[in-house]
């Protein structure tokens, strides 16, 4: 049986969020006794708490909503490359090692320990100028373990409309800690919301 690598952080009240974003909350609707067979709950979330894809509409007011997105570039053979510590943007510098022949789909980890309590407000971006480069290379998608592509302070999101121009998929919020520099297969599908400008997603890496 091929290994598989859970690349999903768990998602629960404790789960980190943007600042001013929606954070997870579950009441229950039903629970079992002897009048009620069944626990139904009802859970409140924004669809960027823990591992999720952007839609083209999350920064683009034309942009397509998730659940029309074509499934392709978030199913297949896949890379991952470490740019742990790489400071406030990755650059190709940081990559480079590790673009030969790369697939059409990349994960970079950046974080030594994922933050699965608190959300980090220093994190790891890309510069714009990388996610052209890679699409220049073929990449199809861009995965990242931070919450976002670009810093958490730029609200002009340079490389979020890199991803717009160039027609890329992003995963955001990837728990990559235990997971060697290599190739996988991907599986990380969308959920079908309409409307929605994200979904989360369950995540996995298998092995090739």
């Known amino acids: 049986m091929k290994k598989l690598w859970d690349i999903s952080p768990p998602v629960d009240a404790q789960s980190p969020v943007f600042p001013g974003d929606t954070p997870y909350t579950q009441q ?36 397509a909503a998730v659940g029309a997105l074509d499934l392709q570039p978030f199913l297949g053979r896949c890379r991952v490359i470490h740019a742990i510590d790489a400071g406030p943007l990755i650059t190709i510098a940081h990559l480079q090692h590790a673009l030969s022949d790369v697939p059409e789909r990349l994960l970079v980890r950046t974080y030594r320990q994922f933050p699965l309590a608190q959300f980090d407000t220093q994190l790891t971006g890309f510069d714009p100028a990388t996610v052209q480069h890679l699409a220049d290379l073929g990449v199809l998608l861009i995965g990242t373990d931070s919450a976002s592509i670009d810093p958490a302070d730029n609200k002009a999101l340079p490389s979020h409309q890199v991803i717009r121009q160039r027609g890329l998929r992003v995963l955001e919020n990837l728990l990559l800690d235990e997971v060697p520099e290599g190739d996988y297969e991907l599986i990380a599908l969308p959920l079908k919301l309409i409307s929605a400008d994200a979904s989360p997603v369950r995540a996995v890496l298998r092995e090739l």
Do not use: E, R
């Open 28 to 63: 229950w609707a039903a629970t079992l006794s002897d009048d009620c067979p069944v626990n139904v709950s009802a859970i409140t979330l924004s669809p960027h708490v823990g591992a999720h894809a952007d839609a083209p509409l999350h920064y683009d007011p034309q942009g």
